[in-house]
């Protein structure tokens, strides 16, 4: 009796395992683990439009009025300007490249790419824009309020304005 039912599974069993190996062959079925093919490093949405003039958010990102923006309490200073060096190459430099010059490990992968932090950008920015950028993130950059504390915000403003100057 068992020896019939081994045989029955095996002529039933035999077709069928032939048949999810042509199956998978003919379907194909792909597993991707690259991240640049995933679509959660593309862009998701259209680009940011800006808070009308004088506009008071009422959720999301708040928005700091040039002019009531906060100043940097710390100087820039050759250790605070060393500490916001190191915070960088921890930090941005995967994505921005090592001086800010992109060709991140994983900027590279985006699409587009993350700006280049050369003078031409960061002389446009105020101190306060970029401190409220490593705070909330901005676009697909995320927000660095739980990595970096106050202070080690202010370091790497202080050190993306040495870049501005190169």
């Known amino acids: 009796m068992i020896k019939r039912i081994l045989i029955t599974l095996a002529i039933l069993?035999?077709?069928?395992?032939?048949?999810?190996i042509v199956t998978y062959e003919i379907i194909n079925v792909e597993f991707n683990s690259f991240m640049e093919d995933q679509v959660s490093i593309k862009n998701q949405e259209g680009p940011?439009?800006?808070?009308?003039?004088?506009?008071?958010?009422?959720?999301?990102?708040?928005?700091?009025?040039?002019?009531r923006a906060a100043e940097n309490p710390y100087p820039g200073?050759?250790?605070?300007?060393a500490?916001?060096?190191?915070?960088?190459?921890?930090?941005?430099?995967?994505?921005h490249g090592d001086q800010g010059q992109g060709g991140g490990v994983v900027g590279g992968y985006f699409d587009p790419?993350?700006?280049?932090?050369?003078?031409?950008?960061l002389s446009?920015?105020?101190?306060a824009f970029l401190f409220q950028v490593?705070?909330?993130?901005?676009?697909?950059?995320?927000?660095?309020?739980?990595?970096?504390?106050?202070?080690?915000r202010?370091?790497?403003?202080?050190?993306?304005?040495t870049l501005a100057q190169q």
């Open 113 to 121: 790419p993350p700006p280049v932090l050369d003078k031409q950008l």
């Open 134 to 152: 490593l705070t909330e993130g901005f676009g697909r950059m995320p927000r660095m309020v739980e990595n970096l504390s106050v202070q080690q």
């Open 48 to 67: 940011i439009i800006p808070f009308p003039k004088d506009s008071i958010p009422f959720n999301g990102v708040p928005y700091v009025k040039e002019g």
């Open 13 to 20: 069993g035999v077709p069928l395992l032939a048949g999810l």
């Open 154 to 161: 202010w370091d790497v403003v202080n050190y993306l304005r």
């Open 83 to 95: 500490r916001g060096e190191a915070l960088f190459a921890i930090h941005c430099a995967v994505c």
């Open 124 to 127: 446009n920015r105020s101190d």
């Open 77 to 81: 200073d050759p250790e605070s300007i």
